[in-house]
């Protein structure tokens, strides 16, 4: 999933916590399955006592849950850490305990080397054994320095404890992790050696999950994995099952009324995924399809193993099925060898898909990756000079989009107050941020409302005349 790193306050305390419990703080950077994952790690530690805390300074245990996508992403951890030493020195000095942990893609990848380089830090744990994670503190409240990042045997999610029943506004979109890992091996891409294998969870155990956090006040659920339409699994009769059959099974949940799902690779978008975009009202009309670059011949060089024509074919499939659609994806320029041509490719399948929003990046060597041994990089200004136009046009086409909103009509599932009195924000069918006044309503309603106007980063309406 390539995004850039963000920093996301994290769960909120468990109803019911004793004052003198232990608090931790958890920082995460990166993609959505991180926050997930974020979440899980608080509800995994509150069976030990932890209550979530959105304040370090009140922290007894501080969690980095990393991300190893973006370039010098290990870099910053360690950072982060330096800043965290000081903390626990001044802990220590008045007789208070102070735990450093790390987790996620930088722990896996790093390991040991954590340790060597930050003294300071109690555990590290991979993001495949994250529910061992109180064991693991156990040992190092005992003075030993855990590091955790084998491919656990057992299923991790089985080992996991239902989510603890929250305070503070209610939550009415959840992620919901279904798959996890990537086999495709993209030569820029460190996923499979942070991530492993792909791996699915079973039907019943997503079924289950998603109708507790519907329970809990989510209407709109967002299905995560690396390659998220990757996803299989057994039907009750033994039968194959891919990701479509799944949406079809979780838009039966009664008060679930939208779903979504990220990040799909082009390979694994079948007809009865296409299907499920074309019959399920609660699919929401937006689609997450990296393509990468618009060369063939650079996409042969990143392994991944589809031509443009085939992608751009796809795209016209897909909005024949669901014909109000919105696209999204990723673009990386500056591929080693990436030529004027090559790169020209890219602006004209943008140009011939036209999306509603894209991400975009320079190219960065990841170690350990087939790309970072490619000869022929791309010198920095050529890659910032191409990022610059690309990016041009793709916010000319997400600006086009927004703006062709304007009159409609829609559905708006209301998250959390805005800055004004009265005002409301939620999502369109698109992922859109969207303001509305509507004093009579309460987050969590599904509204009708008329797109008035456009700004650079949201939408603005009204509520609609019934």
């Known amino acids: 999933m390539t995004q850039d790193i963000v920093t996301l ?194 039907l019943a155990q997503i079924v289950t999950e998603a109708e507790k956090l519907v329970q809990a006040g989510a209407r ?84 991944r193993r589809h031509k443009a024509a085939e992608y751009v074919a796809l795209v016209e499939r897909i909005r024949t099925a669901r014909p109000d659609i919105a696209l999204s994806g990723d673009f990386i320029v500056g591929f080693p060898g990436e030529t004027d041509a090559d790169f020209e490719a890219t602006m004209a399948l943008v140009e011939t898909v036209r999306y509603a929003q894209a991400y975009s990046f320079k190219y960065s060597t990841r170690p350990g990756t087939p790309g970072a041994d490619l000869e022929d990089q791309v010198p920095e200004g050529v890659k910032a000079e191409r990022l610059a136009r690309l990016q041009d046009l793709l916010l000319k086409q997400q600006r086009e989009f927004a703006e062709s909103c304007i009159g409609k009509t829609i559905d708006l599932l209301l998250e959390k107050p805005g800055r004004m009195p009265g005002q409301l924000i939620g999502r369109s069918p698109w992922l859109q941020s969207v303001n509305v006044d509507a004093k009579t309503s309460q987050i969590g309603d599904i509204i009708n409302v008329r797109i008035t106007a456009a700004g650079p980063n949201s939408l603005f309406a009204e509520v609609a005349e019934s």
């Not at 005992?142 to 999610?157: I, L």
């Open 9 to 202: 306050p994290e769960a909120v305390v468990p109803t019911g916590a004793k004052s003198n419990s232990r608090k931790v703080f958890i920082k995460t950077y990166g993609c959505q399955m991180n926050v997930y994952d974020s979440g899980r790690m608080s509800d995994a530690l509150a069976g030990e006592g932890y209550e979530a805390t959105e304040d370090m300074q009140q922290a007894d245990l501080v969690l980095l849950n990393t991300c190893h996508i973006r370039e010098k992403a290990a870099d910053k951890v360690y950072s982060a850490l330096g800043r965290l030493r000081d903390m626990k020195k001044a802990r220590e000095a008045e007789g208070r305990e102070f735990m450093i942990g790390v987790a996620g893609c930088v722990a896996q990848a790093e390991g040991e080397e954590i340790l060597r380089r930050a003294p300071d830090v109690d555990v590290v744990i991979g993001p495949q054994t994250y529910h061992r994670l109180p064991q693991a503190l156990r040992k190092a409240r005992g003075g030993e320095r855990v590091v955790d990042t084998d491919y656990a045997v057992e299923d991790k999610f089985e080992h996991l404890p239902d989510a603890p029943k929250r305070s503070g506004p209610r939550i009415v979109t959840a992620f919901l992790t279904v798959q996890e890992g990537c086999d495709k091996f993209c030569t820029f891409c460190v996923v499979p050696y942070t991530r492993g294998s792909e791996v699915s969870r079973p």
């Open 220 to 303: 709109e659920i967002t299905l995560l994995g690396q390659n998220v339409n990757a996803w299989h699994g057994a039907g009750q009769t033994g039968e194959d099952l891919g990701l479509g059959d799944l949406l079809y099974r979780l838009s039966e949940i009664p008060g679930l009324a939208r779903l979504r799902y990220t990040t799909s690779h082009p390979r694994d978008m079948d007809d009865r995924l296409i299907d499920a975009h074309r019959d399920l009202r609660t699919l929401m009309p937006y689609l997450h399809l990296p393509v990468q670059s618009g060369s063939d011949r650079i996409l042969k060089a990143m392994n």
